[in-house]
């Protein structure tokens, strides 16, 4: 069964963001370009031309979400999320071409002869392109930000954390640019002086740290994302949801990938061998909805594998064996004592059934549990099967009086308000259930000894006109 959840708005939204970024790189480039030539400073035009690559980036991280919108087809049945993390990892190459021209171009300048190689024309439009370019990233990384966690996109992470690194960059170009405007106040020949010269030089040097910084942490995620790299958390989250709320059938294998936005997960459970068709695409569809729950947007393939007898405990395995032999069981005992291991159980016959008619059948019952469990003994006590319903000789009152005193008398009871009231008749037979919202925190004992209680209870309070069962409601 596959699970799947269409979020057309999300796609919206991620292309909305994405164009706002291209839109705000071009205005930044083009302002950084002008006044990093019109001063000289190599920290403001190592900005420019990282900002130029902004440009691109942003231009690809928008054509990017665009193609990972679109639908699955034969060629892609997983869509055209892998685009993203091709970007990003587009992004991240382009990202180090920069950082190496302006580790080369910090050097040229350190080294250099020409002592003019260390001037900078500030200016309050150098400061200002600063300023507002720092601004910018603010507001651009909370914003990009945002709608990467909202809608799980890799290529807009990518340019949220790329724009957050943006910030302090731009705070080492400030600072530059302040101290080559200082170093005129400065004694020549001091060591103070020959700092602010080549602080601007220094702050490119920054510039270059953060563009590495962030080529490691885009290059990295993009290749684990490209390559299939499970995440451990997400790993846990769905064996953890598993094990809590479908215990009973346990997940044999477990796979998960990320492509793009969304998140496909593909696993293996052990389910009985005697379980219908339908009922299996119940389980099924419901362990695809609890994956969405836990893994938001997850589309989730189920594959039901039948339990060997080597994977069942030997609780349900002496159950399997009395089903086989027509018989219930309840009461159920497995002891490992000191003198061996034993099995006691309770065993349901017809009331009007004539033991002796039976006994081979018993016999057999029990040797095929002391052979297959490998027990020293098994212990069985037949008890009448009470599964038929009593049947009453007063008339019951029409179906609306009759629902009218059931309330009435859970309400006395303290009890809470039934959900429906329904009843079932065959001939003088009769069967009245109540059902009670369910209550998913309680533990199997004490959900039965609440549920025994009230039913005994509501049946002492109500005439004796049919049999009472309370039970929790389905929904």
């Not at 679109?70 to 991240?92: C, I, M, Q, R, W």
């Not at 994956?291 to 589309?299: N, R, V």
């Amino acid at each position: 069964m596959l699970h799947a959840v269409d979020t057309p708005g999300q796609d919206r939204q991620k292309e909305g963001a994405a164009l706002s970024s291209v839109l705000w790189s071009g205005l930044l480039t083009v302002l950084k370009f002008v006044v990093g030539i019109a001063t000289g400073s190599l920290g403001i035009m190592s900005e420019a031309l990282h900002s130029a690559l902004d440009l691109v980036s942003a231009g690809g991280t928008y054509f990017a979400v665009r193609v990972a919108a679109l639908p699955a087809d034969e060629d892609h049945p997983y869509g055209h999320g892998k685009v993203e993390n091709l970007t990003a990892l587009g992004e991240t190459l382009l990202l180090l071409g920069t950082a190496v021209w302006v580790v080369r171009e910090a050097v040229l300048r350190l080294t250099s002869e020409d002592a003019g190689a260390l001037e900078v024309e500030t200016s309050v439009w150098a400061f200002a392109v600063v300023i507002v370019a720092m601004l910018v990233d603010i507001n651009r990384a909370a914003m990009l930000r945002r709608v990467a966690r909202e809608t799980k996109s890799a290529a807009l992470e990518a340019d949220a954390a790329h724009f957050a690194t943006d910030i302090w960059s731009s705070a080492a170009v400030l600072l530059g640019i302040t101290c080559a405007a200082l170093a005129g106040y400065t004694l020549p020949g001091s060591r103070v002086h020959w700092l602010f010269l080549r602080m601007d030089v220094f702050a490119s040097l920054v510039v270059a740290a953060f563009i590495l910084h962030v080529c490691w942490g885009l290059g990295r995620q993009a290749v684990n994302n490209l390559m299939d790299k499970t995440d451990a958390a997400t790993l846990a989250a769905a064996r953890r949801v598993m094990r809590e709320r479908m215990p009973a059938y346990p997940v044999r294998e477990l796979r998960v990938r990320e492509v793009g936005s969304k998140t496909y997960v593909s696993m293996v459970v052990d389910v009985p061998r005697e379980l219908h068709v339908d009922t299996a695409h119940e389980i099924a569809d419901a362990i695809a909805g609890l994956m969405s729950e836990a893994l938001p947007g997850a589309e989730t393939l189920v594959h039901m594998q039948p339990a060997e007898e080597d994977d069942l405990t030997p609780d349900m395995l002496v159950r399997r064996i009395a089903l086989t032999h027509r018989f219930g069981v309840h009461g159920l005992v497995l002891l490992h004592a000191e003198q061996g291991f034993f099995i006691f159980t309770d065993l349901e016959l017809p009331p009007d059934a004539v033991l002796g008619a039976w006994r081979v059948a018993i016999r057999a019952f029990k040797n095929d549990l002391r052979r297959r469990l490998h027990a020293d003994r098994v212990v069985v006590h037949v008890e009448p099967n009470l599964r038929e319903l009593p049947t009453f000789d007063e008339p019951l009152p029409d179906a609306e009086e009759w629902t009218a005193r059931v309330r009435r008398a859970m309400e006395e009871l303290g009890a809470p308000p039934p959900t429906a009231v329904e009843l079932y008749t065959q001939g003088a037979a009769r069967l009245c259930a109540v059902y009670i919202p369910r209550e998913d925190h309680l533990t199997v004992e004490q959900s039965h000894a609440r549920l025994s209680a009230l039913t005994k209870q509501l049946a002492a309070a109500l005439p004796r006109l049919a049999r009472v069962i309370v039970a929790y409601a389905d929904k």
